[in-house]
């Protein structure tokens, strides 16, 4: 990787959602500049420098295949497991794939698209604020679910949830949007969890520790519907 690429992710534009923290901060560091001293200065331009670095918004290339499920996050898979997805999508409640990853305050927090579909349904729930690593993050936290039908007829959901410090999902698409992989989709304020619970029959190809790039990293790939598996 080149220096001027490396660059260009750590100086990627903000996301929208990140403006009113930048320019308070700059607002904080003027304030303090013209009138009440040189620490209020340093402290806003710190904060702005740093909601700068949190909410950037890098462009991601996402494979060009129509049979991939895409990493929805940027963070580290802090668990594989076979679970139910959220009770408020309306799914099936058989056990399936579900893989989890954790967003520091480091990483960039832009959702992306998990894979082809069309939203069929998006659902809030209030919950805790418990750490995001945390396994029991996925039942209890508050969280924002949305399930996807794939092209093929079958189902993906993906959940942002809320972690210890963040207060606030931000999710732009709706239901009955029809959605790319890798399209983003929403942010996480300040430290976060996002999972996603793969269609019946697919298995993921990542592991626990690994490191996702979000709308790049492939985690399943979803073949064919396998016979005695309902679409």
């Not at 303090?32 to 991601?60: K, S």
């Not at 954790?102 to 659902?123: K, Q, Y």
Request: some cysteine; overall charge negative.
């Amino acid at each position: 990787m080149s220096l001027s690429h490396s660059l260009s992710l750590v100086l990627a534009p903000p996301h929208p959602a990140g403006r009113p923290f930048i320019l308070g901060g700059v607002a904080v560091a003027l304030l303090g500049l013209l009138w009440l001293g040189a620490w209020l200065f340093w402290l806003g331009a710190l904060f702005a420098l740093f909601c700068l670095y949190f909410f950037r918004d890098p462009e991601r290339v996402p494979p060009h295949r129509p049979d991939l499920v895409l990493a929805p996050a940027d963070g580290h898979i802090v668990s594989i497991v076979q679970a139910v997805p959220p009770a408020e999508l309306g799914l099936d409640a058989a056990p399936r794939w579900r893989v989890a990853i954790f967003l520091s305050v480091l990483d960039v927090h832009v959702n992306r698209v998990p894979a082809d579909g069309t939203v069929t349904r998006i659902a809030y729930r209030h919950g805790a604020y418990l750490s995001a690593n945390l396994d029991k993050a996925s039942e209890e936290n508050e969280r924002n679910a949305i399930a996807l039908k794939l092209p093929d007829g079958r189902d993906l959901a993906v959940v942002q949830i809320a972690g210890l410090v963040a207060r606030r999902i931000l999710c732009d698409i709706r239901e009955g949007d029809a959605v790319q992989a890798g399209d983003r989709f929403g942010i996480i304020r300040f430290g976060s969890r996002t999972d996603v619970y793969l269609p019946h029959g697919v298995r993921p190809l990542v592991e626990e520790g690994q490191t996702m790039i979000g709308g790049e990293t492939v985690i399943a790939e979803l073949g064919e519907v396998a016979p005695g598996v309902a679409a």
